[in-house]
């Protein structure tokens, strides 16, 4: 209806000059979305998007695991309203025009109640405008870019963003490496890393350290030796390189290869065993900001890290830790909830507070992002070892 | 004048019609298939123009149709605050998109301007060669303009495309390419075709009617670039790659090189066809989907199998450069020149 | 100018990959007229199978030069085998029908072979889990040469690895080696007298097929022996590599001249270089359109390439 009134208008433009000629009764306002009548299926379906292939399926398959243990607990301790819980996956590809494709295809063919997804801050972009316009909610467990959230009131977060984030590896950077001079890496493919990197630089600066270089790559690639030789005229102490375990990788032999010095840089997109394989002993003596530590002995953690081990034998990182924790902010949210449509959902879980999550207890602020401290981890002897942690 | 606008006025009327209903009966997801499925078939459409009827190979329609879908993105995106003041709102977006849409058809058109007059003078393999490398360099062009977003990307375009809107830019491209092909001057392509050197020596200006029917092709790839962004409400560069020229391709050759109706078809077939197992094997695969999951990965690697069938059992398409209907209406089939 | 002298060496290192892998386009080119498009998959194939022989070999085994011999032997085996049977059975049907049916043909096996390596499949044969296709995300290559440090200017200032030396000979050597081969053996004489005309050359009682064939196989056992060199300078291997690598040795192939074998050297080694400087000195995202810019610029001004003779079209 809307765009036959638009096709007339265009003829009665061509045709009559642009003035007058309304075009006829405007289109009826759509349909309310509102949909309350409940499905009369005994589950509550769950929608996720990750990636479960592609260049960074070790994020997505993390994360669906955590999503995965934490219905499972929910179901055994019987559900919410009556009803099993039942998540639906979508394979993403680790591109965002897919999860994009995903998230339509949850919303309008499988009608989920919410969406959770996804770890690329450039996937949850492009599904964040979506999930708004057709008002689901949607948690992202660990897209740290500020903008995500942003896009609207239907879209919230369970982890820290960017700006705490890039600050705490700057502090690191500055008051305990003593670092003057560092480089940066960034891969321009992905909203996270040049978010990112840019408030690394800010902050770096501001507290009287220096960028000396900044150079670029575009993730996937496989050779990054003219951009590591291009940095390393610079001499400088450290390379901050925030992308993702799978470059990362590589960039760090190829570093060591080139006879680079300078200490590497991270954040939590470093956060897989996939790294160690690919980056082998090039990795050792890294830093990176992290969203928790296995090695935290908190009770909260321990007992998820022994379900975790006990249902897919390895130790959880944070993406794990984080699925589990947006998954159970969902649940708790539901069971809050006086009926599972759209608004209703969304004020339920805009209200979660205190909310105990195993990667720190997590209040949801009024721009809908939780605020949590952050850790920075080392590499040390193929894995991750804690050293510190900064709160916010 | 009035013989030419009379379907068009039809088909007006009757997308109204569907819309109306779609919106009343909140089919929305037979809305995203349908819109899904009317881009294709324009894509398949306007690249059968160059790589059917003329008988050039391109594998760079991918490219074009980023022209389109930035510009016309760009313009909506800037133009999303303002409203025409006299229209309701939801109308005034409207208006706004066919703008759009145009603007970034013409963009497109012009691009294929500039690509088709040089790399024209190719033939055959090269110029094949060559569209993919306009294609891969407008891609990294794109990448590398921050106004554009960079290697990120658009986000946030507004969800204007409309069932209505995709079908009546089908509609008009499929309306096109008929008449196009029985006009004198489709003749001059099906000539350049079927002998290259043979049309120009007939006195056919070869490389003007090649670049003639490239324009229109891009064109219509750009009016599907942006129809396409505006659906998925995101326009990033890594979306218009060399695959996404590849599955235009397959539509086209599947569908017979030359066949208007064939490529439609074969367009309209190849996309519902994942969809469509993907509904089936969540209903009666695996409990946990993974044989749906796999629909989307398995899609490539047998697309890139049946173009090998394809050329290997009939070269020259299901349908050949014959129409759908051409079996039964042969004999009296006798297209008047216009 | 330390950083430019490393710059000039990551360049040779990237074109001398191109090198080789361009080489066995301008053979096939040469000899069928055909862009082998799927050429570039087939060295990604090679380079699976060169992984996979090295994952049986187990880590303790890598680095001693028996191992590396039978990793590309494996390999370039392999990649023979596979690009007999893709010439015999998709190829050789299409010779007398028109060019694009064959290019197409091409194109669908080159989509076949990336994108059916992105897929996850295993089995489990009593107990083990047996990958068969290895799935998108990239892996690391192992190190089946042992890295050592061959030349270090400056305290790290420009480091030379033997890989990279190795590389480049064995890229020269081959390239002297075809070039006998096409100039100076009985093989070679039927491969170019195939290439000039094939009809004739059958009347002339010339195996025509066997010859294609042996090309064919020829240029994809080439295609692994640069996949191999590729993974192990870039330490990772994944199933889109070949695609780009591919499309960059056919623009050097070009580039030299078509059909050309020292100008398809020439080609690489400039376009290796070129892109090296671009990514170094501007901005990395540029890489990908240096190849395609270049080739059209030639196409454009010099459709024969640098070295190639200009052809009248036969009407």
Redo the contacts between chains.
């Keep these: 209806m809307r765009s036959l009134g638009a096709v007339v208008a265009v003829l009665s433009l061509a045709f009559w000059g642009c003035e007058k000629k309304a075009a006829p009764a405007p289109a009826p306002t759509k349909a309310p979305e509102v949909a309350a009548a409940p499905a009369e299926s005994d589950t509550i379906l769950i929608g996720e998007v990750g990636s479960l292939t592609g260049s960074e399926a070790a994020f997505g398959i993390s994360t669906k695991n955590g999503i995965a243990l934490a219905v499972e607990e929910a179901n055994a301790a019987g559900g919410v309203k009556g009803k099993k819980l039942e998540v639906r996956v979508y394979d993403d590809q680790s591109k965002p025009e897919e999860a994009a494709n995903a998230t339509t295809r949850l919303i309008t063919q499988d009608k989920v109640k919410v969406v959770l997804g996804e770890v690329a801050s450039s996937n949850s972009l492009a599904m964040a405008p979506i999930a708004q316009e057709k008002k689901v909610p949607m948690i992202t467990p660990s897209s740290t870019n500020p903008k995500v959230t942003e896009v609207g009131d239907y879209i919230f977060r369970v982890c820290f963003i960017d700006p705490f984030q890039g600050f705490v590896m700057a502090k690191y950077a500055r008051d305990e490496l003593k670092f003057g001079k560092v480089a940066i890496l960034k891969d321009v493919k992905s909203a996270y890393s040049v978010g990112l990197a840019e408030v690394f630089e800010r902050k770096f600066t501001e507290m009287g350290g220096k960028i000396v270089a900044t150079e670029s790559y575009s993730k996937g690639d496989s050779d990054f030796r003219a951009q590591l030789t291009a940095l390393k005229k610079q001499k400088a102490e450290g390379i901050y390189v925030p992308g993702y375990y799978n470059d990362v990788g590589i960039i760090a032999r190829q570093a060591k290869e080139l006879g680079v010095k300078a200490v590497m840089m991270g954040g939590d997109g470093w956060d897989s065993d996939k790294l160690f394989e690919l980056g082998g002993a090039a990795v050792e003596g890294a830093f990176v900001s992290n969203h928790y530590s296995a090695e935290d002995p908190s009770p909260v953690v321990q007992n998820f890290i022994t379900k975790y081990k006990a249902k897919f034998g390895s130790v959880p990182d944070s993406l794990a830790a984080l699925g589990y924790d947006s998954a159970q902010v969902a649940i708790e949210a539901m069971k809050r909830a006086p009926d599972l449509s759209g608004p209703a959902l969304r004020d339920a879980i805009a209200q979660t507070k205190d909310f105990q999550g195993v990667a720190g207890k997590i209040s949801l602020d009024d721009k809908r992002n939780a605020v949590k401290p952050a850790v920075v981890l080392k590499v040390k002897d193929g894995k991750f070892a804690y050293v510190a942690t900064v709160n916010p | 004048m009035l013989r030419s606008l009379t379907p068009v006025a039809i088909a007006i009327a009757v997308l109204a019609l569907v819309q109306v209903l779609l919106n009343t009966f909140e089919m929305e997801f037979v809305s995203v298939l349908a819109m899904k499925v009317g881009i294709s078939v324009i894509l398949a459409v306007s690249l059968n123009i160059i790589n059917g009827m003329t008988g050039q190979f391109s594998i760079g329609h991918a490219g074009f149709m980023a022209v389109g879908a930035y510009t016309a993105s760009a313009l909506t995106l800037t133009l999303a605050d303002y409203r025409l003041s006299f229209l309701p709102p939801a109308l005034s977006d409207q208006v706004y998109f066919v703008l759009a849409l145009l603007v970034g058809g013409a963009a497109a058109a012009l691009a294929g301007f500039l690509v088709g007059l040089p790399s024209l003078r190719l033939r055959g393999d090269y110029l094949a060669i060559v569209t993919l490398g306009f294609g891969e360099i407008i891609r990294v062009v794109v990448q590398n303009s921050p106004s554009l977003g960079g290697s990120l990307g658009l986000n946030n375009v507004p969800g204007y495309t409309t069932v209505a809107m995709v079908w009546f830019w089908a509609f008009v491209v499929v309306l096109l390419a008929f008449r196009l092909s029985q006009s004198p001057h489709g003749r001059a392509l099906w000539a350049i075709r079927e002998d290259e050197v043979a049309a120009e020596a007939m006195g056919v200006d070869t490389t003007g009617y090649k670049v003639r029917a490239f324009v229109v092709s891009s064109f219509f790839a750009g009016v599907a670039g942006g129809l396409f962004t505006h659906y998925l409400r995101i326009a990033t560069p890594a979306k218009f790659d060399f695959m996404l020229s590849m599955e235009v391709v397959v539509m086209v050759v599947a569908g017979g090189l030359g066949s208007t109706t064939g490529a439609a078809t074969a367009a309209i077939f190849l996309t519902l066809l994942p969809e469509g197992l993907r509904t089936l094997f969540r209903s009666v695969g695996p409990e946990d989907g993974s044989w749906a999951d796999k629909v989307d990965q398995v899609r490539m690697p047998i697309y890139g199998l049946l173009l090998v069938i394809i050329m290997l059992t009939r070269p020259q398409g299901i349908f050949g450069r014959h129409e759908v209907w051409d079996r039964w209406l042969k004999p009296k089939k006798k297209p008047v020149p216009a | 100018m ?2 430019f002298l ?2 000039v060496i ?1 360049g040779l ?2 074109g001398t990959i191109y090198a080789l892998v361009a080489l066995g386009y301008t053979m096939v080119y040469g000899v069928l007229k ?2 082998n498009f799927a050429h570039g998959d087939v060295m990604m194939v090679g380079v699976y199978v060169g992984y996979a022989v090295a994952f049986l070999l187990g880590r303790d085994s890598l680095g001693s030069t028996g191992s590396v011999l039978l990793i590309f032997a494996a390999s370039m085996a392999a990649c023979a085998l596979l690009g007999f049977l893709i010439e015999r059975f ?1 190829y050789r ?2 010779r007398e ?1 028109p ?7 091409a ?7 990336s ?2 390596f ?3 499949a295993q089995v489990n044969v009593r107990g083990t889990q047996v990958t068969l296709l290895p ?6 290559f192992p190190e089946i040469i042992t ?1 050592v440090e061959w030349l ?1 200017i400056g ?3 420009v ?1 030379i ?1 033997n890989r990279q030396v190795i590389s480049f000979l064995i890229a020269i050597g081959l390239m002297v080696g075809l070039q006998y081969l096409v100039f100076r053996t009985r093989f070679g004489r039927a491969m170019r007298a195939v290439s000039f005309d094939h009809r004739v050359a059958a009347l002339l009682g010339i195996p025509v097929d066997r010859v294609i064939a042996m090309t064919f196989m020829l240029g994809s056992s080439l295609a692994a022996a640069a996949g191999l060199l590729y993974a192990i ?4 291997v ?1 199933p ?2 070949g ?1 780009y690598v591919g ?1 960059k040795a ?1 623009v050097a192939a ?1 580039i030299g001249g078509i059909g050309h074998v020292p100008g398809a050297l020439v080609g690489a080694l400039a376009l290796g270089l070129c ?3 671009v ?3 501007t ?7 240096v190849a ?2 270049f ?2 610029v030639v ?2 001004l010099r ?1 024969e390439g640098l070295f190639g003779r200009v052809q009248a079209e036969k ?1």
Excluded: C
């Excluded at chain 3, 799935?135 to 690391?140: E, P, S, V």
């Excluded at chain 3, 300078?233 to 990772?236: A, R």
């Design positions: 330390y950083g490393q710059h990551n290192a990237a055909l862009i998709a049907p299409l029908k060019r694009l049916t064959a290019l197409i043909t194109i669908g096996i080159s989509f076949a072979l994108y059916g992105q897929l996850d799935g998108a995300a990239a892996r690391a890295p270090n305290d790290g200032e480091v690895w300078k870039d330490t990772s994944q889109l590599m695609l499309l056919f070009v892109e090296e400087f990514v170094g000195y901005n990395s995202s540029w890489r990908d359109a395609f810019g080739l059209i196409l454009l459709p009407v």
